[in-house]
């Protein structure tokens, strides 16, 4: 494979990868910006962080595409029953993986992800969405150590700043769908040290979440 390719949402994980794939591969980063129904201010600090590290930054708007396959898919529905919020959600991340692979076969790149070690220890991402890459390069970091990572390579400021979330619907934030900070998530990974209902949170969304961790079973004949 000749370089990488990786979504850049405005985020601070994303700016943080951006900012390590252009020091490994100066002239074979790409960055894809996938909006979907998103915040304009996620398009303006993704273009920071393109401009910041001198990236080359695609941009390719999922709305409508979205839009027809949400709408497709609601024609197999019998009775047409409520979709929940969260099944509308996942498709955003499904669709951004699939932009990235459509990238990444043109230019033979490898698909860099985006996950730190926080997201994944408590399965906090969408299983063949933002959880379908190749690399993952923030996989041994907690949210913690991202910021101090992201002051390091110069990540513009206003990025380390603003309330991590994941862009699926107006008002979400991490922490508010988590249920806890990432302070209280990263201090029970790295020491142990969490207050027992923090503690009872993190292992049963740690619990429910193996499935996405792992290579579907092979049953044994």
């Not at 994980?13 to 129904?37: E, I, M």
């Not at 273009?47 to 898919?73: C, H, I, K, N």
């Not at 008002?171 to 990974?189: A, K, N, P, S, V």
Request: charged content about 20%; overall charge neutral.
């Amino acid at each position: 494979m000749q370089g990488v390719v990786f979504g850049l949402s405005g985020g601070i994980d994303s700016a943080v990868v951006a900012g390590l794939a252009k020091r490994a591969f100066p002239h074979k980063a790409l960055a894809v910006c996938l909006p979907c129904h998103s915040n304009p201010l996620d398009r303006e600090h993704a273009a920071l962080t393109a401009e910041t590290f001198g990236l080359e930054m695609l941009t390719v708007d999922l709305s409508s595409a979205f839009d027809q396959l949400v709408s497709t898919l609601a024609l197999g529905q019998q009775g047409r029953p409520v979709v929940p919020e969260l099944t509308l959600a996942n498709v955003k991340p499904r669709l951004r993986m699939t932009a990235l692979y459509y990238y990444a076969s043109i230019h033979a790149y490898l698909v860099l992800g985006t996950s730190n070690r926080s997201e994944l220890t408590i399965g906090y991402f969408t299983k063949y969405g933002d959880g379908g890459v190749d690399l993952m390069p923030l996989a041994g970091l907690v949210k913690t150590e991202v910021r101090e990572l992201a002051k390091y390579l110069g990540v513009p400021q206003v990025i380390i700043d603003k309330p991590p979330t994941a862009g699926l619907w107006a008002g979400q934030t991490d922490e508010g769908e988590m249920g806890l900070t990432y302070r209280e998530l990263d201090e029970y990974i790295l020491i142990g040290d969490a207050a027992p209902h923090i503690k009872e949170r993190v292992d049963s969304l740690a619990a429910t979440s193996t499935h996405k961790k792992r290579l579907p079973p092979i049953p044994r004949l």
